[in-house]
């Protein structure tokens, strides 16, 4: 029976991403709705049951996605639009974890660092939902370029800032600079490991596809590389998505020491090498949303209403600010900027962080623990919704939009 579902699972993907390109409708939405189909709702599966399997697979997710990603970016697309990239994504969070900190302080009466700590948890954007539905509106490049690194860097904010604000909770006190440290080096040495991962990869590669059944080698190093710098203490996640770039950029990396070193030229990947990875993408993509829909727990009203309210105060921060610094922006962008907002995979790991502080130290260190994580779980939920109902609702304008532009 699990071998029936799988496979079906599959085809129900290719249906769904049919429906889309005809009707605009999500087919993460569908996705998710199986998980919770056989989920929460019928309990045949339970996320017990995944065992480590799941947390694998919504990594495994992460990484192929974001390394994907940077294949099908431009180089200097990236450098023509990376100031902007910056404010959005720095203006985004920092507004967005203040909303949300003040609306659960004041409303749901948390104390300011558990306030800021679910604030930081929800700030930043999912590069699993928002880079595959992104690729399949066809956007522009500027709007693809920054909504793909915006998704990478939100996940280091998240990140650096919800671990800082752990630790500030158990010692009695946060240190800024040392977030901002933090932040600035897990950027810049994951950058450093995937450019230099990526020129060597792509100076072997003539070698390596001599090699028999050597298509997977590529991602076996992204693997590797990914697993090496997340022990570095730095951030996979842009090392993934640098790697890459240089993979599909090889002509913007070419050193002369490599000339010295007796290799050819960097090669770039070929077609069927692509495809291939793409296809394995939409394969993970399939199960992460239902991985994702069995995982949403609905034991309790009051963490639901309370994550469907912050998910709406999120949208809302976002449409005023992509209003204010997008004036110059088509109304096409502006409108996709608004509404590529959804949480996932980070947000659903560091929710439950607090809580297993508690479990360990025995007694409770970190107030509303449990609250903070089933509260993150439904925003997760409200704002994938959301975010599939926006672009539904919009599809008529963005398809227009679209006509205008081509």
């Not at 963490?303 to 105060?313: D, E, F």
Request: hydrophobic content about 55%; proline content about 3%; aromatic content about 12%.
């Amino acid at each position: 029976m699990t071998y029936i579902v799988l496979g079906l699972l599959i085809f129900c993907a290719h249906l769904f991403s049919a429906w889309f390109s005809r009707r605009r409708i999500p087919d993460v939405l569908f996705l998710m709705l199986i998980g919770i189909l056989i989920g929460p709702a019928t309990g045949w599966v339970v996320p017990e049951y995944l065992g480590k399997v799941g947390p694998v697979l919504a990594s495994l997710t992460l990484l192929f996605i974001l390394f994907d990603s940077g294949i099908d970016m431009r180089l200097d697309t990236v450098r023509q639009y990376w100031s902007g990239v910056v404010q959005v994504t720095l203006l985004s969070f920092v507004l967005s974890m203040t909303g949300v900190a003040m609306f659960c302080h004041w409303l749901l009466y948390f104390n300011w660092q558990s306030a800021l700590m679910l604030g930081a948890m929800v700030s930043g954007t999912a590069a699993a939902i928002v880079i595959p539905l992104v690729k399949q509106l066809k956007v522009s490049d500027k709007t693809r370029v920054t909504l793909t690194l915006e998704s990478a860097i939100s996940g280091i904010l998240c990140i650096v800032i919800s671990l800082a604000l752990i630790e500030g909770y158990k010692l009695g006190n946060v240190s800024v600079w040392l977030m901002v440290g933090r932040v600035f080096s897990s950027i810049l040495m994951a950058l450093i490991v995937g450019v230099v991962g990526g020129i060597v990869w792509a100076s072997f590669m003539e070698k390596i596809r001599k090699l028999q059944n050597s298509m997977f080698l590529t991602p076996a190093f992204v693997f590797v590389l990914y697993g090496v710098t997340e022990l570095l203490g730095y951030s996979g996640a842009i090392a993934a998505l640098t790697f890459g770039l240089v993979l599909g950029n090889p002509e913007y990396f070419e050193m002369p020491f490599l000339k010295k070193l007796k290799l050819k030229d960097m090669a770039p990947l070929e077609e069927r090498e692509t495809s291939f990875y793409k296809e394995f993408v939409f394969i993970l993509k399939t199960y992460f949303f239902v991985y994702i829909g069995i995982c949403i727990p609905f034991t309790n009203i009051w963490p639901l209403a309370y994550g469907a309210m912050i998910a709406i105060v999120l949208f809302a921060i976002r449409f005023v600010l992509v209003k204010w610094v997008g004036k110059n922006n088509t109304p096409f962008d502006r409108l996709t900027v608004s509404i590529m907002i959804p949480k996932g995979l980070v947000s659903a790991v560091l929710a439950s962080m607090p809580e297993q502080v508690n479990i360990a130290a025995g007694y409770e260190i970190i107030h509303n623990a449990t609250m903070i994580k089933d509260v993150t779980y439904a925003v997760i939920f409200f704002s994938i919704i959301i975010c599939s109902i926006l672009v539904l609702i919009s599809s008529k304008h963005l398809v227009k939009d679209q006509l205008e532009i081509e």
